[in-house]
């Protein structure tokens, strides 16, 4: 399977992006799949998870109210809807995809498949 991840850029304080990660070659069942971000010197963190079969989510604090993950009816592909955007959201953005049912969207080794990243600034 390959994720691709696109959408990021260069955006003011307060603006809007809106990621999207698409899946190809995909021969197994997924059961959830996450948007992460690394920004400079920090780790990998969670953004935002959404339960592939019942769409239920799951989000940052960091991000709580100002961003939105979804998912296409087909499932193929996956949408991070990033508003009121801050300085400290500049990250390279990862999607990936989970296949085992006992997982956290919190823990990096539950994935599965990661997509390449897409870099998004933010400037003040």
């Known amino acids: 399977v390959q994720l691709q991840a696109s959408g990021g850029g260069l955006v003011q304080a307060g603006g809007s992006l809106r990621l999207s990660c698409a899946a190809s070659?995909?021969?197994?069942?997924?059961?959830?799949a996450a948007w992460f971000r690394q920004g400079p010197g920090k780790e990998r963190e969670v953004v935002a998870g959404?339960?592939?079969?019942?769409?239920?989510?799951y989000y940052a604090d960091s991000v709580k109210g100002r961003f939105t993950v979804s998912r296409t009816g087909a499932k193929n592909t996956m949408y991070l809807q990033m508003n009121s955007l801050k300085p400290e959201d500049t990250a390279v953005y990862y999607c990936?995809?989970?296949?085992?049912?006992?997982?956290?969207?919190?823990?990096?080794?539950?994935?599965?498949?990661w997509g390449q990243g897409t870099l998004v600034t933010v400037s003040s």
């Open positions: 990936a995809e989970a296949t085992r049912t006992y997982m956290r969207f919190d823990v990096l080794s539950d994935y599965d498949y």
């Open positions: 070659g995909r021969t197994f069942l997924v059961y959830a």
């Open positions: 959404i339960n592939w079969s019942q769409g239920t989510t």
